[in-house]
C-alpha cells in the first residue's frame, strides 16, 4: 500500500508525516495519561512546530526536532498526536 | 548550605558535580531505590552538594521525578542549582518554570557554554536573570569556566531571592494563588499548582473548591487542566526567550553530518556490528587475553616469591598454605582480569559519553520491539557487559513497565566483567586455537538465549501491547579524558575492592573448608575435607552437564551466587590444595581433580555459569526494580532453569560432536 503524503493545511496523525515535513500539533489524545503527561513535559504541546528529522533506518522510531532539540518517538505513540502540515 | 542539583538528562549534571566537588564525594543509595546517591563537598566550602537524577519534570511519573520530588519537600535542601543545557534552553526551562514555584531559592547554571558560538546563539544571562529574577551563571562544566563564579556565589550567599513570579494567564494564576492561600505549608504555591493538575501524591489537600476552579478552567480552554498548564508553562518560557535569546543563522550540524552516516539506513546496522566487534576484539579477545598473560606471569612470580619467603622465615606448614593455596590462588585467579576490565570499562564510556549509546537504542528500537523489548534494553544489555547492576539500574529510562521487567530478567544473560574469568580459563585451556571464536560464540549464545526467552516471555506472561519509546536525541559529545579516567577507576576500584574483600574472605573460608575434615583436623586429604563432602551431596545436579560426578565443580558453581567470578577463585584453590598446583593453566592437569573436565562438558560448564542465577549484587539490584521478592524468585529460577536446560544440551551436542 503507497502511503498517502499529507499536504500543507491538512490534518493527519503525527505518524502520518515523512521525512522533511513540518507541521504544527493541534492536540493530544490516547488514554495513557502517563505517557500524555510524558509528552506535554517533553514539549509536545498544542501550537508547537515539530519537523520530522531522521527516521530510524528500519522505518521506526523517528527522530523529530521541536523546540530547539531532538525527540526520538514511535509510531505508535505519534498516532495520538493529531498536527496540521505546515 | 545543602545544595541540590537538578537538570535534564544529558545537560552535563555529572561533570558538574565533579568538577564542583572534586574528590570529596560519597555514593551511597537513595532510601528504598538503587539510583545512585551521590553527595559531596563543593571545593574550597563546606556546604554539601547532592546529585539528584536527571528529569525533565517534576509530576509524579517516572520514579526519578518522583525521588526528586521526594528530596525536596522532606530534605529540604537551602538551594537549587538548576543546570540547564544552553543549547537547548526551551526544554530546559521548562523545569526551571516548576522548580521556581517551590519554596526555595533557585540559581540557573547555563552549562554548556562553550558550545554557544560554534551553534551561533548568543545568550543575554543578565537579561535572563531579570526576567526570571533568579541568579543566572553562564559555565562550561567541561571547560571549568564560570565554575569559581558560581561557587563564589554561593558562598557569598549573593543569591536573588526566589519572588515566585506569575508566570500564567490570568484565570489561572488567580486560581493558583487563591488555593495557596488556603495552604499554611511551604511549597504552597507548588502544592497548588499540584492540587489543580489533581496529582495523586496531595490527595489529601484536595476539595470541592478545587475541583470546582479545574473544572471551570477545563471548560474554558476546552482542554484539560495538565495540558492547560504545560501549555502556558511553554508559553512563557518562548516568552523568555524570545528576549534573551538569539540565534543567528541556521547551519548544519556537527551532529546532523554524522547522524548522516552512523543513522544511515544501509550503513547503521554495519558500523554497530564492527564497533561492537573492535570493543569485543580489544576487551575479550586478542588484546585483552594478552593482558592476561601478562598479568598471571607477575602473580605466578609473587606466589613462588612468597612461598620461598614464608618458608625462609620458618612459617607452620599450613600458614604457608593459607597464603599461597588460599589466598594468594583465590585472589591472583581475579585480579589477572584486571586489565581486561578497564579496557571494557572505557569502550562502554566512551560509548555512553558520546552519544552513541543513544543513537543504538533508536535505531534497534524497531527490531526490539519485534521481540517484546525496547530500544532501550540494549542499554542495559551493553552497560551489563561490564556489570549486570548498573545494568540493571539503566532500565529505569524504559517507560514501558513490561519491556522494562523483561529486560531486568534478561539483562543478567549477559556476560558481564565478572564471568569473562570464566570464559578466559576454560576457553583458554579447552580450545587453545579457536579460543577467540569460542568465546565469541558465547556472546553470541547469550544474545540468542535473550531474544529467545524473550519471544517466550511476551507470549505466555507479558501479553500488554501499549508501549512507548520517548527520548532526546543527544548531540554528539568529544568524550572528555578526565570524567573518563574517573568513571573507569571507580568501576575499576571496585572490583579491586571486592577482590580484596569478598573474594578474598571466600578463599580463606573455602581453603579452611578444604584442608580440614569435619573433626578440625588440618592436613586430611582434600577428599575427607568439609566442602568436599558438601559438594559431594549435591554433584549429581550436575551431571548430565559433566558426565561426571565432580564436587569441586559443584561448590565453585555454587560460589558463583557470591560473585562469578569466584567460580575461577575457587577452582584455582581446590586445585591447588589437592594437586599442590598453584598456576592456572595446570587447573585442568590430566591426573588433577578437575582432570575429568573435556571440550564438551567445559564449554557446558561455562554456559551454566554465564546464564544462570546473577551474583546476589545482581540479584538484590533486580529485587529493588523488580519491586517484589516473588517475581525476583521467579527471575532467578527462570534464569537457573534456562542455564541447567542449555547446559545439558550443549553437553549432549559436545559429546556426540567428540565421538565422531
Ligand atoms: N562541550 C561541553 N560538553 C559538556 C559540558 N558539560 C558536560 N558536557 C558533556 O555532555 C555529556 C553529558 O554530560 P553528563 O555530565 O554525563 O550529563 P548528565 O547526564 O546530566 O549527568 C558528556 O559527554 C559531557 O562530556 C560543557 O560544559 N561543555
Redesign the interface.
Known sequence: MKKRIYNKGEECHMSDLIKGQKALVTGLHGDNLALRRRLLDMGVTTGVEVFIKKIAPMGDPVDIEIRGYELCIRKSDMRNIDVKVI | MRIALVGNQNSGKSTLFNTMTGDNQKIGNWPGVTIDRKEGTVKGTNHTIVDLPGI??L?P??SEEEISRNFVFEERPDLIINIVDA?????SL?LTTQLLELDCKVILALNMSDLLEKKSLVIDEEKLSSLLHTSVVKISALKGSGIDELIKLIDEGRILDNPHKKIYQEDLEEAIEDIAKGLEMVHSRFVSVKLLENDVKFASLQSKDIEAKRHQLEQKYN?DI??II??QR?EYVVEVKKQCVVKKEYKETITDKL?KVF????A??PIFVVIMFAIYFLAVGVVGSATVDFVDGLVGKFSDFMSEWLASVNASPWAVSLVVDGIIAGVGAVLNFVPQLIILFICICLLETTGYM?RI???L???F?KFGLS?KSLIPFIVGSGCAVPGIMSTRTI?DEDEKRMTIMLAPFIPCSAKLPIIALFAGFFFDRYNGLVSASLYFLAVVTILISALIMKKFFFKGD?????????EYKLPNLKYLLRDVWDKTFSFIKRAGTIILLCSVIIWFTLSFSWKFQYGVDVEDSILASIGKCLSWIFYPMLGELSWGATVSAIQGLVAKEQVVSSMAVIAGLADDVTEGALIFSQTGIFGFFNPASAYAFMVFNLFSAPCFGAIGAMRRELGTTKKTLIAVAFQTGVAWILGCIVFGIGSLIMLL
Open positions: 525533565y519534570s509530576s511519573y517516572t543549547t537547548s534552553i526551551e526544554r521548562y482542554s495538565e495540558e504545560a501549555n511553554y547522524d543513522l544511515n539506513k544501509w547503521a546496522l543513544s537504542a533508536f535505531f528500537d524497531r527490531l520491539k530500544g517507560e501499549s508501549s512507548a519509546f520517548i527520548s532526546e536525541l543527544p
